[in-house]
């Protein structure tokens, strides 16, 4: 197989790191390698070689039809006693012929998983996906329906590719008698676990507009404890200027 290929809008890459998937604390599969499938444009799936498989794959019947993968077959994945219906699919007469002998294991599915020793969660990380937190001294104001909620001349800005620049701030620069801790938590394979607020503002609640990572991962550990805002739904003023408010799929 080479580095990377297109087959009828599917791009595959061979990969180099060690993955495992465990389920119930027992391990489903290991392998040196790992096959990236990118299903949707923003990461790519891990497709297992057959051969490392260690569960138990017991064959459901018609998966679902993928018009770029072709007929799936579903299976049930049982492992010491854990099974997991539908979490394996395989593709034998597909059209992409480098996915014939592999095995898909659903993400969901699986309890947990290890690139190399370090577990990922969420999804598996796309290799050219890059973050970069760069200390800065541009002035940053942030505003919510004409109020200043955050001001400050020494924010982190994060750099993740594929995203709009992100102004993390601390929080002595930040009104945080006017933001409103959520229940939201979300997860994100390059930051780690983010907890959010909602803003009060001119009577009106603003739902989960600003979150913080209280422990990021190692490559975006110089966000930890700071606080950011959803740039697609305030106004952003750096160096005095308004920002036009990125689109993206948040």
């Known amino acids: 197989m080479s ?28 392998t040196t390698a790992p096959v990236l499938v990118w299903e949707i444009p923003y990461y790519p799936t891990y497709y297992f ?22 007929d799936a077959t579903a299976y049930t994945v049982k492992v010491d ?10 593709y034998p007469e597909s059209p992409v012929e480098e996915l014939r002998g592999l095995v898909r294991l659903e993400w969901g599915a699986m309890d947990a ?20 937190v ?12 004409g109020v200043t909620v955050a001001e400050s001349s020494s924010p982190r800005l994060l750099f993740e590719t594929g995203l709009p ?10 009104r945080m008698d006017l933001l409103e801790h959520t229940d939201t938590v979300t997860h994100c394979p390059y930051k780690g676990t983010a907890e959010y ?9 603003h739902e989960d507009l600003a979150w913080s990572y209280r422990t990021p991962l190692e490559e975006s550990r110089k966000v930890a ?7 697609e739904k305030v106004d952003i003023f750096v160096d005095g200027v308004l920002q036009e408010r990125p689109k993206s799929r948040f």
């Open 3 to 30: 580095a990377a290929k297109e087959r009828t809008r599917v791009r595959i890459e061979q990969g180099g790191k060690r993955v495992r998937a465990y389920l119930g604390g027992n391990l489903v599969a290991d």
């Open 49 to 70: 070689p057959a051969a490392d498989v260690r569960a138990e794959l017991v064959e459901e019947g018609p998966g679902k039809h993928s018009p770029s993968r072709g």
């Open 81 to 90: 006693g854990a099974e997991a219906p539908g979490a394996a699919l395989r």
């Open 113 to 132: 998983w290890f690139e190399e020793d370090e577990e990922v969660f969420v999804h598996p990380r796309n290799p050219y996906t890059r973050v970069d």
């Open 134 to 145: 760069l200390a800065s001294s541009r002035r940053v104001r942030v505003e919510v329906d």
């Open 165 to 174: 620049v992100r102004y993390y701030l601390p929080k002595t620069h930040v």
């Open 197 to 205: 607020w909602s803003v009060r503002a001119n009577g009106e609640v």
């Open 225 to 231: 404890g700071l606080v950011c805002f959803y740039s």
